[in-house]
């Protein structure tokens, strides 16, 4: 398959940055599209230009490293993979395709298609954890959890963290995010203890680090890698009012 | 130079506990004047950094990602084992170490096996009061599943997610000890020099990679846990970026490197398509309680896999081994495969792939059972190959996946260089010559959680250090050396570029150093990987600067150290001239095409010395003596 790609390409943070048009010859309809940009980096390699920058790692959909807004689309037209699952088999032959980075407020762009997802961290760090010490716990046996609660909890402890959900938000928020682990600890028995600090102190940060407001637009959900739902969302907001009246 | 293994004396049940308590103690005022680093913040890296962190000890955390959660241990699809008996089959912590002991063909030191199998029930409650979201049955109790080379269900499982669920769970206590200042976190940086001051560790060089800089940090001890280096062969279920540089530079700098040509290939994977592929994609081994794989009777057989009746299939694990069935080790799987394909009896267009079959599971239990236990993985499968694994067999072929050698430690899990510990992957610890499906995870908690912070405490406390700056002359030496081996890989502007390179040694490794070696192709490795390293110094292109985010400088960091790692296991695997686990020399075999070890011989631990560049290793032994599980033939019939 042949096509055309037109790329964003940055130099750094404050680079102005602009699309650069390539083109890529005879792609295995089964290449990723990561594949097909290896052939791509390596086709500039060989002119001795500087190669498109991306991140990427597992390759099978799991590590969150990679994300592109694909046609618009962020993780590219099929739902419920990430970047690197997406096959070239997806698009027709002789396309045009428009690779562009995550766009938001709080994800600055370091170079080219590469942004700067730290501030998922610093979320994460505000409280995205049960308090628990190595060491001195009870048998596992010891708290059992109902089937279904443990499901509905795993649905959301899925989330890779790739950030799509704040890049197809027209607010930039991470909702979605901050709501996935906030409603994993919230339905768990070992969450209950800081339950209602955990839910402030991730949505302070949150707000802090710049993220937009949810206007149930619901394009995080439907661009989800992980087919995160929105209910976890409501969730969150139930877990914040509660935390407001009991604190 | 002489190896101490340090394995204390006394019965196997009681090694452990008497060893800690003849461990010195650092007192907790005292925690706080120590600096320790941690390279690497995967499962072992990140439980290791949140446990020193807990106990008070400054962390240094260095990860070439921008998270701890993209480490590749997040890509762990079956399990973790421990042996809590929930299943009530007759498991103990005993018959966890024997399978371990046998299922790594009598490679590994009984002593740590041992401690592995006792420390991991404490894993399951570790993660499990972190909120990690294990399976669990209708009565709320935790659920398991069973694993290859064990007769019992002892694994433990969160989906098809397992390591995702353990990693987001230390990554969690990492980013809580991250949060409250203990632990430092690098992102972006990648070791490349580890910096020894009166042969002690005593620091790292790394270089950021997004400014390009090489940056220096001290400390009192280094912990490397920085994985394994199955990308040597290029087409791997590796991650991309997992690479081997952070070991190999400490190899040179004189830590020894343990039995470099134990290599685990899995056999569960999705057959290689083209030359555009960058990497492997593992499918769960947990698929295999449930999957039969079979290949057609007749040879070169072209039919759709639906059409072929059941008794023109070879259902040959379950034929050749019926006790143990499709649940034999991964290395007696994966060798079984390629026998059938090279036979002839291969599917699909490549003619090197098996049938991982699960309609008889689907007439069983249905189609919502199967989804519920392996939804993600069908999913996966079908996008990659755009065919329905839910109406026609999967398609599969062995892949690279592990690597069981790695820097060599002792029982305190330090390497021969004091002060330089080593973790996970990264060590040759604990599964000899062939891993037991769900057992890295175990061993990445296991050193991370509960060994390293009790045996580092013995270090700190028993060392007298000086203090150290890191613009002491060793920083800037190690500084100068890597800054000139940047400077030569962009300045040789040749015709070929990193990938090229990397894919040509994949291909010899895989030809000569993979699955079936012999005395004459590992001979042939010894001669081409060589050539190849000459030729990619100087006919390497890297473009781009060297002070900006440049994955092609990366990479080529990473190949420089795979064409003399790639030496070293041909080497190794040329003078391992026994079969063991997963290294299969064709010429060592029993009339059943079974591994024939001799221990006579090759009852030891290969630990390589560098001696300076293009000379040749020294070989340094460690005896292995089995007092508990005597060594036999390994037998899965």
Redesign the interface.
């Known amino acids: 398959m042949n096509f055309t790609l037109k790329i964003w390409r940055q130099k750094n943070r404050t680079d102005e940055g602009r699309f650069v048009e390539y083109t890529v010859k005879d792609i295995s309809p089964d290449a990723s599209l990561l594949e097909m940009l290896d052939v791509l980096n390596n086709d500039i390699v060989r002119k001795g230009e500087d190669p498109v920058a991306f991140d990427h790692d597992c390759r099978e959909g799991i590590c969150g490293s990679c994300g592109l807004v694909i046609d618009g689309r962020s993780h590219g037209p099929n739902r419920g993979i990430a970047t690197c699952e997406l096959r070239m088999r997806s698009f027709r032959d002789g396309n045009t395709i428009v690779v562009e980075p995550w766009r938001a407020k709080a994800f600055p762009i370091i170079k080219d298609l590469v942004v700067d997802r730290s501030a998922f961290e610093r979320i994460m760090q505000a409280g995205g954890y049960v308090s628990t010490k190595t060491g001195g716990v009870p048998d596992a046996n010891a708290i059992p959890i109902p089937k279904p609660v443990a499901e509905e909890a795993m649905d959301a402890a899925a989330c890779i963290g790739c950030g799509a959900c704040v890049a197809a938000c027209p607010n930039g928020s991470a909702m979605l995010f901050v709501s996935a682990k906030v409603s994993q600890l919230a339905l768990l028995p070992q969450g209950q203890v800081e339950r209602t600090e955990r839910v402030q102190r991730m949505v302070a940060r949150m707000d802090a680090e710049g993220f937009g407001n949810c206007s149930n637009n619901y394009a995080c959900e439907a661009e989800c890698p992980k087919k995160i739902s929105v209910e976890h969302i409501a969730r969150l907001n139930r877990e914040f009012i509660r935390a407001k009246v009991a604190g | 130079m002489k190896l101490e293994s340090k394995i204390p004396a006394g019965p196997i049940e009681k090694k452990w506990d008497d060893h800690r308590f003849n461990l010195k103690l650092v007192n907790p005022a005292n925690k706080r004047k120590y600096t320790i680093i941690v390279v690497g913040t995967g499962l072992a890296g990140a439980?290791a950094a949140?446990?020193f962190g807990?106990l008070g000890y400054n962390v240094l955390a260095f990860s070439y990602?921008?998270?701890p959660?993209?480490?590749?241990s997040?890509?762990a699809q079956g399990g973790i084992n421990a042996p809590?008996n929930?299943a009530n089959d007759g498991d103990s912590i005993y018959r966890l170490f024997y399978d371990t002991v046998k299922g790594g063909d009598y490679r590994a030191r009984e002593a740590n096996v041992y401690r592995l199998a006792q420390v991991s029930n404490?894993i399951?409650?570790?993660?499990?009061?972190?909120?990690?979201?294990?399976?669990?049955?209708?009565?709320?109790?935790?659920d398991n599943r069973s694993f290859g080379g064990a007769q019992v269900s002892r694994t433990f499982y969160?989906?098809s997610?397992t390591g995702?669920?353990l990693l987001?769970g230390a990554?969690?206590?990492l980013?809580?000890q991250?949060?409250e200042g203990q632990v430092k976190?690098f992102?972006r940086r990648e070791m490349v020099d580890l910096v020894l001051v009166d042969g002690m560790a005593r620091g790292i060089v790394v270089r950021n990679l997004?400014t390009g800089e090489l940056e220096s940090y001290a400390a009192d001890a280094v912990v490397l846990a920085t994985g394994g280096y199955g990308n040597v062969f290029y087409l791997s279920t590796n991650?991309?970026?997992c690479n081997a540089t952070a070991v190999w530079r400490a190899y040179k700098k004189g830590a020894l490197f343990g039995n470099p040509c134990f290599t685990q290939i899995h056999p569960t994977c999705i057959p290689v398509?083209?030359d555009?592929?960058?990497?492997l994609?593992?499918m769960s081994e947990s698929l295999r309680n449930d999957g039969r794989i079979w290949v057609p009777k007749k040879q070169g057989d072209t039919r759709k896999a639906t059409d072929i009746p059941e008794e023109e299939r070879d259902y040959y694990l379950e034929r050749l081994y019926p006790s143990f069935g499709n649940l034999v080790p991964r290395d007696v799987a994966s060798r079984r495969a390629k026998e059938m394909c090279d036979k002839g009896h291969g599917v699909g267009p490549s003619k090197m792939a098996v049938y991982l079959d699960f309609a008889d599971a689907i007439r069983r239990n249905g189609k919502a059972w199967i989804e519920e236990k392996y939804g993600n993985l069908f999913?996966?499968y079908h996008?990659?190959?755009?065919e329905d694994p839910y109406k026609t067999p999967m398609r599969i072929y062995p892949a690279v996946h592990y690597t069981m050698g790695g820097l060599w430690v002792d029982y305190n899990l330090m390497s021969n260089i004091p002060g330089l510990y080593v973790i996970g992957e990264a060590n040759f610890s604990d599964h000899g010559a062939n891993r037991l499906g769900a057992s890295a995870l175990m061993q990445g908690l296991a050193d991370g959680?509960?060994i390293i912070?009790y045996t580092i405490g013995d270090y700190l406390a028993s060392t007298k250090f000086k203090p150290v700056k890191t613009d002491d002359p060793p920083f800037r030496e190690s500084t100068k050396t890597i800054n000139d081996m940047v400077n030569k890989l962009m300045s040789i502007?040749g015709?070929r570029?990193?990938?090229?390179f990397h894919k040509d040694l994949g291909k010899i490794m895989w030809e000569y150093v993979g699955m079936g070696r012999s005395e004459k192709g590992l001979k042939k490795a010894l001669k081409f990987i060589p050539e190849l390293r000459k030729e990619f110094w100087s006919d390497v292109?890297?473009?781009?600067?060297e002070n900006?985010?440049?994955?092609?400088l990366e990479k080529a960091g990473r190949v420089a150290d795979y064409l003399e790692l790639g030496e070293l296991m041909a080497l190794d695997a040329l003078n391992r001239s026994e079969s063991c686990g997963g290294h299969f020399r064709e010429e060592h075999q029993t009339e059943e095409g079974e591994a024939k070890r001799n221990d006579k011989k090759f009852s030891y631990v290969a630990a390589w010395e560098f001696k300076g560049e293009n000379k040749k290793p020294a070989l340094q032994k460690e005896a292995l003596e089995f007092e508990y599980v005597k060594p036999s033939q390994r037998s899965y019939k």
Do not use: W
């Open positions: 439980s949140a446990s807990e990602h921008e998270s959660r993209r480490a590749h997040i890509a809590k929930y404490s399951i409650d570790q993660c499990v009061a972190q909120g990690v979201p294990f399976a669990r049955d209708y009565a709320g109790y935790l969160a989906r997610q995702q669920q987001l990554y969690s206590a980013s809580r991250i949060g976190f992102s997004v991650a991309k970026a398509g083209g555009y592929q960058s990497k994609t593992l999913d996966m996008e990659i190959t755009a959680y509960f912070p502007q015709t570029t990193v990938d090229d292109k890297v473009t781009g600067k900006d985010l440049n994955a092609e």
